[in-house]
Nanobody, 121 residues
């Protein structure tokens, strides 16, 4: 069974930084794209950043220049470095990965449980 486990959320003041991590575990054959999404209260889930298996990245306009997504393929882990945080970045952040489990020919999208990020003074 494949699982994604996130860590690194918390409370930070405006202008501060946080680093989120997400590790995939279980019987994994291959991991393709990985990414971060977020959902604020009363709003729909939105893309924050995604990274391909070879390192190509896409960012939401609202986080360009402030957030950096990266991955360590040897550790099955994706990171989100968040700098210059603003109150409007407050949300539950979810990790997503496109994974082919071992012994399965197709691939599926998996989600983490979410980690709360609160930006407030």
């Amino acid at each position: 069974q494949v699982q994604l486990v996130e860590s690194g959320g918390g409370l930070v003041q405006p202008g501060g930084s946080l680093r989120l991590s997400c590790t995939a575990s279980g019987s994994i054959f291959s991991i393709y794209g990985m990414g971060w999404y977020r959902q604020a209260p009363g709003k729909e889930r939105e893309l924050v950043a995604v990274i391909s298996s070879v390192g190509s990245t896409v960012y939401a306009d609202s986080v360009k220049g402030r957030f950096t997504i990266s991955r360590d393929n040897a550790k099955n882990t994706v990171y989100l470095q968040m700098n210059s945080l603003k109150p409007e970045d407050t949300a539950v952040y979810y990790c997503n990965a496109d994974i082919s489990p071992a012994g399965v020919s197709n691939r599926n999208a998996y989600w983490g449980q979410g980690t709360q990020v609160t930006v407030s003074s």
